[in-house]
């Protein structure tokens, strides 16, 4: 037997705080006959392990290969230590705060170990709303401050009871070193706001109030929920009426995995990340037949569904109290329209109390709020993959690397809507939990908090702040508040190195951004641009024609104002026009002659290429929705109609696209114009509107693909990043995907980075980085 014995140090970065590592670990070097210790640095677990060679080796394997379920190894690395100390025993020694870089764990769902002890009769923990192990439970919302011990989360002032004290300290229990641990005896307690019922009691009331067909509002890891029964039309109804959501989709909980299968189409890949330890809103296929109410998703072929994530959920739908509870219930964010999701009582009291008929909460402190994130499945050329359509609990923060040399600190203040932020660090980028809209007020001191908080926790002093380039956004008027130099962003740009650099591809591309509104270099409206992008630099070489957005602010929600301007650049005869406008319905003869007031005196009107306006032109003007009360509705619409259509005539073809154009300045422009006028006239000569939304949809991506197989004609790129809120048009995304392919095109889509606002801020933070590699800013 090799008797020789060496000592490694061994340094473990990415998510392995909060997963479990360590315990793991110790009972690795006991399997392994290893001495040493482990601890957390912050920055990294750090593992001295001493033994044979052979038994070193052993260890190392199995820690690489076997690591913790929840943990994410980002890099590993192995040195060996020259007059190391010697060690009797392995154990896990006191955390140490080190600079570096610092991974921090998301939120984990609860595990099917945890929930089977949460309804055993015989477990001390039977019932207990917030049993935890070292494989799931609270991580980035209770946290304080790194290293991720007990005394630097919202855990520290529950004390633990001898029970949970010995399990904590035991390396054969599941709650080895697991911070949140707690039990019935010393852990938070569920109470009733402002009413007098705690504990069993609480839970039972609400689920009373529930059943009954009442509203709830619910305390989860990242803050409120409201709840109602999914299968009852009037409670969904009336929480639409108190909530002024008259039609925008509401996302679902259910029971368990049967449930969602029997009313939903769920393949594999999907049911892989539904069940997951993430547990994502899910976007799935209705069945027909169903027990949702029709008024969960009115019109759409989708519901967003997820399953419990949290103790508190999982009782919602099983308790001891006899009350029989729906299988599926509405789980939509607490908050008032525009705000932040509510993370504490005194914002639940002001904000929920008059849409909720109770409000049950508990005493462990949210630290960092954290809304749910929302994911779709794409499908492009046969592969499905997932496509996030709103990164948040349980993705974030995780932080993207990239390849390129880069050194420096950055923050990025996002976008106006969907809005998260950014924080980098040298090769590190941080994006942040959902934030919300900042044109209220209460989202935009969210932001404050969140910002200082993640700066805190990750140890991060901005050498600078990036933002969009519109200087009216209160993103951008948030960061001149921080007395940091500024690098403005341009929106389109930023959209295209998100894009990129989730990819982590730093080299030229062109750029496909599409979407609603983004301030242009020229001081107009952008949002149909192509561009030719690097981290580094943009150049502006496409766009779809530019159009007249009449109302301002209200052609954003009213798309018939953009189907009868684009229809008067074609037609200027007054009474002609006005009777195209009448005859597709699009207003009213009063409505159109004012119209035509402001675009003939220019009133209340901006030049655009927004292409997410034009997408609500086309639904106002084929008759599928005229107006929108949420932002997207009329898009989703159109996209809706469109599948529905494709679905039904698989083998439809379309004539060829019109040619794209050159204008004085070399760019290539999307003839959209004549195009959206010839569109019209079919509508009236009788084409049915499914066909013409799909051909909207079919045409458009060809015109796009031209125009890009033109441009690398000219300067030999050959490959298309297609990013901006557009592009969470499944449909619109294959078509232009398969097309760009099947033409040679290397295509660079979003997967886990929102392809709309919510991904910016990792754009903005990446240029800026860039940015600061070649100037003084210090």
């Known amino acids: 037997m090799n008797d020789v014995q060496i000592t490694h140090r061994i340094r473990l970065y990415g998510i392995v705080q909060g997963v479990g590592f360590r315990p793991t670990v110790s009972r690795y070097a006991e399997a392994f006959g290893i001495c040493g210790q482990v601890s957390n640095r912050g920055a990294w677990v750090e593992i001295l392990a001493q033994g044979t060679p052979e038994q070193v080796a052993a260890f190392e394997n199995q820690i690489e290969n076997a690591p913790p379920e929840r943990a994410v190894v980002l890099k590993t690395e192995i040195k060996s230590v020259d007059a190391p100390d010697q060690f009797d025993d392995f154990q896990i020694v006191d955390s140490e705060k080190v600079k570096g870089a610092i991974f921090v764990s998301p939120d984990i769902a609860i595990c099917d170990q945890c929930k089977a002890e949460l309804f055993d009769p015989d477990n001390r923990r039977y019932l207990h709303p917030f049993i935890n192990c070292t494989d799931c439970g609270p991580r980035l919302t209770i946290l304080d401050e790194l290293p991720y011990d007990r005394e630097r989360t ?356 062109i750029g496909l951004s599409f979407d609603g509104t983004g301030y242009g270099d020229d001081g107009t409206i952008w949002g149909g641009e192509i561009l030719i992008a690097d981290w580094q630099y943009y150049e502006r070489v496409g766009h779809i024609e530019p159009f007249w957005q009449l109302g301002g602010d209200a052609a954003s929600k009213e798309g018939w104002r953009i189907a009868a301007a684009l229809l008067m650049a074609q037609q200027p005869d007054p009474q002609k026009w006005e009777t195209l406008v009448l005859s597709l319905g699009l207003c009213s003869a009063k409505q159109a002659r004012v119209l035509r007031m402001m675009a003939d005196r220019k009133i209340n009107a901006v030049r655009s290429t927004s292409a997410g306006r034009l997408f609500d032109g086309a639904a106002a003007g084929f008759g599928i929705c005229r107006e929108s009360t949420f932002e997207g509705e009329a898009a989703m619409a159109l996209e809706t109609a469109a599948e529905s259509y494709e679905a039904a005539h698989p083998d439809a073809t379309c004539r060829r696209a019109p040619a794209v154009t050159e204008n004085a300045d070399g760019q290539m422009v999307l003839p959209t114009t004549a195009w959206f006028n010839d569109l019209m006239a079919r509508r009236l000569a009788g084409e049915e509107a499914g066909q013409l939304a799909y051909i909207f949809h079919r045409e458009l991506s060809e015109m796009m693909i031209s125009a890009c197989c033109q441009i690398r004609d000219k300067v030999q790129i050959n490959t298309v990043a297609l990013s901006g809120g557009v592009f969470q048009n499944k449909l619109l995304t294959r078509l232009t995907a398969e097309g760009l392919k099947a033409r040679g095109f290397e295509v660079l889509l979003h997967r886990l980075v929102p392809p709309n606002d919510g991904g910016i801020a990792l754009g903005q933070a990446v240029a800026a980085m860039s940015r600061l590699q070649d100037t003084n800013i210090q």
């Open 154 to 509: 919202s855990m520290k002032d529950f004390p633990m009871c001898p029970e949970c004290a010995e399990e904590y300290t035991n390396p054969a229990s599941r709650r080895y070193d697991a911070q949140p641990v707690c039990c019935p005896d010393c852990g938070p307690e569920l109470y009733l706001l402002d009413r007098p019922e705690r504990g069993h009691a609480a839970m039972s009331e609400t689920r009373r109030i529930i059943a009954e067909g009442g509203i709830a509002a619910v305390k989860g890891i990242g803050g409120f929920h409201l709840c109602c029964d999914a299968e009852n039309a009037a409670a969904v109804a009336r929480l639409r009426r108190l909530k002024n959501r008259p039609h925008k989709p509401l996302a679902v909980m259910m029971r368990d995995e049967k449930t969602v299968r029997r009313e939903c189409v769920i393949d594999a890949d999907q049911a892989r990340i539904l069940t997951g330890h993430q547990k994502p809103i899910l976007l799935l296929e209705k069945k027909i037949g169903g027990r949702l109410c029709e008024s969960i998703a009115p019109g759409q072929s989708t519901v967003g569904v997820m399953l419990p994530y949290a103790p508190v959920q999982c009782l919602l739908f099983d308790y001891d109290d006899g009350i029989d509870m729906p299988d599926s219930l509405v789980m939509t964010s607490g908050n008032a329209a525009g705000a932040a999701i509510c993370h504490n009582d005194e914002e639940a009291r002001q904000e929920l109390a008059h849409f909720a008929d109770v409000i049950l909460s508990n005493d462990r402190p949210i630290v960092t709020r954290a809304d749910d994130s929302v994911m779709d499945f794409i499908t492009v050329d046969g592969r499905r993959a997932p496509y996030m359509i709103r990164r948040s609990r349980g993705y974030a923060p995780m932080p993207y690397i990239v390849s390129a040399p880069m050194r420096g600190q950055v923050l990025a203040a996002g976008g106006e809507l969907k809005n998260t932020f950014c924080i980098g660090h040298d090769q590190l980028f941080y994006p942040s939990a959902y934030v919300g809209d900042l044109a209220d007020v209460r989202t935009l001191q969210a932001l404050r908090e969140s910002t200082a908080r993640m700066l805190t926790l990750l140890k991060v002093k901005p050498e600078a702040v990036a933002c969009d380039l519109h200087p009216r956004y209160q993103s951008t008027q948030f960061a001149e508040t921080l007395g940091l130099p500024l690098i403005p962003i341009q929106h389109h740009y930023a959209h295209i190195v998100s894009c990129t650099a989730e990819n982590d591809v730093d080299r030229p591309v």
